[in-house]
Nanobody
Framework: QEQLEESGGGSVQAGGSLRLSCEASGHRYNANCMGWFRQAPGKEREEVARIGDDTSNTRTKYVDSVKGRFTISQDNAKNTLSLQMNTLKAEDTGLYYC??????????????WGQGTQVTVSS
């Protein structure tokens, strides 16, 4: 069964750090791209970070609000995706989803989603 499973969420005070992990299992091929999305209460889901594109599996992209604070990384050998989050702010609070693009170009929506892990930052 193909699945993405997140871990590492929790509660932290502003200025603290958390590391999210996502384990991919059951997929026959590596994803073209993988990324992290988040959804805060009352807001739309937004893409936070992405690694890989249709020309390179190492290129990274970040939403402006997390640049310099978050780092996305991938271990293909272990089929894991990570998001190191430093200097967390209250506005980083939300449900964080791991996502992947399997067998499609990385220009549309992801083809696979995890169930999400909650991150709560208190000010």
């Amino acid at each position: 069964q193909e699945q993405l499973e997140e871990s590492g969420g929790g509660s932290v005070q502003a200025g603290g750090s958390l590391r999210l992990s996502c384990e991919a299992s059951g997929h026959r091929y590596n994803a073209n791209c993988m990324g992290w999305f988040r959804q805060a209460p009352g807001k739309e889901r937004e893409e936070v970070a992405r690694i890989g594109d249709d020309t390179s599996n190492t290129r990274t992209k970040y939403v402006d609000s997390v640049k310099g604070r978050f780092t996305i990384s991938q271990d293909n050998a272990k089929n894991t995706l990570s998001l190191q989050m430093n200097t967390l702010k209250a506005e980083d609070t939300g449900l964080y989803y791991c996502a992947a693009w399997y067998g499609v170009a990385c220009i549309g929506p992801p083809t696979s989603w995890g169930q999400g892990t909650q991150v709560t930052v208190s000010s």
